[in-house]
DNA sequence: CGGTCCGTTGATCATGCTCAAACGGAGTGG
DNA sequence: CCACTCCGTTTGAGCATGATCAACGGACCG
């Protein structure tokens, strides 16, 4: 009995640990698994029998267009949660930035919890609302928006989710940055020089990818307000 | 009794005209409401307090940068239902195209419904998910495709969805199929200006606004498959 | 030490934007 | 009924932003 209860606690804390309450306690199976980096998670229209959790590493989803062009479509860090697609299929493409660990569950899991629990569907739909949110504010930056301004709203975007003090360390390359802003690797890797240049950010040790943010105020600003 | 229940067979049947089945009869208040070409429906940041469905007209949902740039997310036609946030506040603005009639539902009143009627829940999220498929499929379209791309994309999207036999009237002006596209409106008109001469699509009567397609395939053929 | 990958920088190019003018319905008033 | 204006659209000419093509350099790795 005591072991019962111990591993009902242990599962009521899995829970909580992917972000997801519950009014009861549940047995929800969650494990975990590592992925390569570049190696892919899922694949566009593949039937959607996980929801992800990124445990360590980071993730990238992305449509292709026939001839190759690709659109990232959101960066998953630390924390974040990815193929919650509230359809049968997923609707893009998700790969390990870096190495990356994962905890999965199965989405009929989840999904029979949220008949009977009205808070883990609403945590659900609350999760697919932040999606929701961030696919439309990019639409914005890709229609209108012009390179230094997307460049510097990712990096603004970036500081926000990953710092925790002054440095920031982009785990995604260039190719990858260019991809989600809709650019080229030229276009971004310019308008970051600029910004060193323009004394916005500095650069931290000796890889390109450890960034500081000298100026928020002026990066925001870069970025036009919306 | 009789009229009571002559009431409550009203209900459900407007409730099913908007679209949301329930598994069992309920209450639910629907309202119509007529707005004038280009007036507010509703704005962004506004408190969700309504879910519209298209009775009658074509609706534009906006967002707008602090120096005028406008992205427009959405075009919702007859039958469309739009303003479903699951957030408290709306992400776009909402205006008519031209003079449009909306049924009206409180949000509220939805949301209670779903709190005890799974039906209706799925429902919803099932509405929600084709929102953020659309947004997610215009990603790529702002990010990677050409403008002939993106004017033949829309045209055959609205050819799909407006047109029972081979015309389609857009309602939307030059600017708001620019705006959309994440366009000017010169480029779209020189689009459509060039699919009429290579004899993919002509216009029928006076206004520009009619538009038959005459060669499906080589229009699908022009936005890029993915 | 040679090779590869990735990022930077430079030079040129092209797609789509800007500026400008003309066109053509729709609506209005003589 | 016709002239007039207004407004949205089309078309043209030149321009600029960002793409393409190319060379270089540093980090990493065998």
Redesign the interface.
């Known amino acids: 009995m005591l072991v019962r209860t111990t591993e009902a606690a242990r599962r009521a804390n899995l829970l909580r640990d992917f972000g997801i309450t519950s009014s009861t306690d549940h047995a929800v199976s969650l494990n975990e698994f590592t992925y390569k980096k570049g190696t892919e998670i899922f694949g566009e229209k593949e039937p959607a029998k996980y929801i992800y959790q990124v445990k360590l590493g980071a993730v990238r989803t992305h449509?292709?267009?026939?001839?190759g062009?690709?659109?990232i479509?959101a960066f998953h860090l630390i924390g974040d949660i990815f193929g919650l697609?509230?359809?049968a299929l997923h609707?893009?493409t998700a790969e390990a930035v870096v190495e990356t660990t994962v905890r999965l569950i199965l989405r009929t899991t989840l999904e029979h919890l949220a008949?009977s629990d009205?808070v883990v569907?609403r945590n659900l739909?609350?999760m697919?609302?932040s999606?929701?949110?961030h696919?439309?504010?990019?639409?914005?930056l890709?229609?209108?928006?012009t390179a230094m301004e997307r460049v510097a709203a990712f990096l603004h975007d970036m500081s926000v989710r990953s710092t925790a003090a002054g440095v920031m360390s982009l785990p995604m390359s260039r190719r990858d940055i260019a991809?989600y802003?809709?650019l080229t690797i030229e276009t971004v890797s310019r308008a970051i020089s600029q910004l060193h240049a323009d004394g916005v950010i500095s650069f931290r040790s000796n890889t390109q990818r450890d960034i500081v943010v000298l100026d928020h105020d002026r990066l925001t600003a870069l970025d036009?307000?919306?």
Not at 63 to 67: A, G, H, I, M, R
Not at 135 to 140: A, G
Not at 142 to 145: C, H, M, T, W
């Open positions: 449509k292709l267009l026939s001839d062009r690709r659109q479509g697609e509230n359809a609707r893009f008949e009205a569907a739909r609350t697919t609302t999606n929701l949110q696919v439309e504010d990019h639409l914005l890709l229609g209108r928006k991809d802003l809709g036009k307000p919306n």
